[in-house]
């Protein structure tokens, strides 16, 4: 087994990245002594085995895995302290 990501899998993942609006340079991905690959990026990082971990990494970045969690839409609440609640006449 290779223990080594290849060079022309390293491109293709840069280009997967760049073709996303995703900045190459804050993804990783290494092989590891047990044979998975992982690849960490800037919000999170998963384990693929090592036959098929660019398909799968693929899939979970466009399903955006590694994307920022987004706030719901809709008003904001404003959060008040514990003191303001109980001296806040009802």
């Known amino acids: 087994m290779n223990s080594n990501i290849h060079p022309n899998e390293r491109q293709l993942l ?7 609006g995703r900045d190459p340079d804050s993804f990783t991905a290494v092989v590891q002594p047990d044979g998975l690959v992982r690849v960490s990026g800037p919000r999170g990082t998963a384990f693929y085995p090592r036959d098929n971990w660019f398909t799968r990494f693929s899939r979970h970045l466009d399903k955006s895995f590694f994307d920022p969690t987004a706030a719901p839409p809709g008003p ?15």
């Open 14 to 20: 840069v280009n997967l990245l760049v073709a996303s």
């Open 76 to 90: 904001r609440l404003e959060r008040k302290s514990g003191l303001e609640l109980l001296t806040t006449p009802a």
